[in-house]
């Protein structure tokens, strides 16, 4: 069985998130009050992405619970919170059957899908991939999830998907194939994978002609608290609010 959280685990995945979510609002070009007083130092990279949620382009979804058909990511331009969301797939009603599924952004069948959307604290259930991101999906942070997954890879990367984070994960994959993670050409570059935890016969973590350029902590475990992840803040979006 898995040991139990140490005291400071908590105060190390909030200073990772706090830190990722700042280089969101870096690579979105979107700090424009970068300067904030000092007392407000350990809160500076939250508020970078309330900023992104206030863009003119996004969405918040929260606290649904999604039922039969794939979460199909590809609602708003850019910029898009997904949170607290409990989504299970199948391929009833000609569903894809993955947990969630992201266009490009020239698929005007499904809805553009910019870049810098951010997956937290969700329990999504797949027949088939946890999240699908098929074509020029740039810097998602996918984090602090739980992803039950069927036939197929847990995150499946292709066709320009770069400069994800995927990262404090809980990743139940029943046949994990090719791989739990796959990585399906060699421009999807930039994909951290960090500290995630995976179960069920994983042979190969990740699979596909490319590796993550950053890859550490990754556990494959036989046995162990399969609950969902201990998000650092239950809510994002309630986060900001509770700031501005």
């Known amino acids: 069985m898995e040991s139990p959280h140490r005291a400071g685990d908590a105060d190390v995945c909030e200073a990772s998130l706090l830190l990722h979510l700042g280089r969101l609002g870096e690579r ?34 929260d606290l649904l619970t999604i039922w039969a058909v794939d979460q199909r990511i590809g609602i708003g331009d850019e910029r898009n919170l997904f949170e607290e969301l409990v989504v299970t ?20 069948g499904h809805g553009p899908n910019g870049p810098r959307n951010v997956v937290y604290n969700c329990d999504i259930s797949s027949t088939k991939a946890g999240l699908w991101m098929c074509w020029m999906n740039e810097n998602w942070l996918i984090m602090y999830n739980r992803f039950t997954v069927g036939r197929g890879p847990a995150i499946l990367a292709k066709a320009a998907s770069f400069d994800h984070i995927i990262q404090g994960n809980v990743f139940i994959v029943m046949e994990p194939y090719p791989g739990a993670i796959y990585i399906g050409s060699e421009d999807c570059t930039g994909i951290e994978l960090i500290n995630n935890r995976f179960f069920g016969p994983v042979d190969q973590l990740v699979a596909g002609p490319l590796r993550p350029d950053i890859e550490w902590d990754n556990r494959i475990l036989k046995s162990g608290n399969i609950n969902r992840p201990h998000a650092p803040v239950r809510s994002i979006f309630d986060w900001q609010k509770e700031r501005e």
């Open 89 to 108: 797939s199948s391929q009833d009603g000609g569903s894809y059957g993955n947990g969630g599924w992201a266009s490009g952004p020239e698929d005007t």
């Open 28 to 61: 979105s070009d979107v700090r424009e009050d970068a300067l904030l007083a000092t007392d407000q130092e350990n809160h500076r990279e939250l508020e970078a992405l309330g900023r992104v949620q206030r863009h003119q382009h996004h969405l918040i979804l």
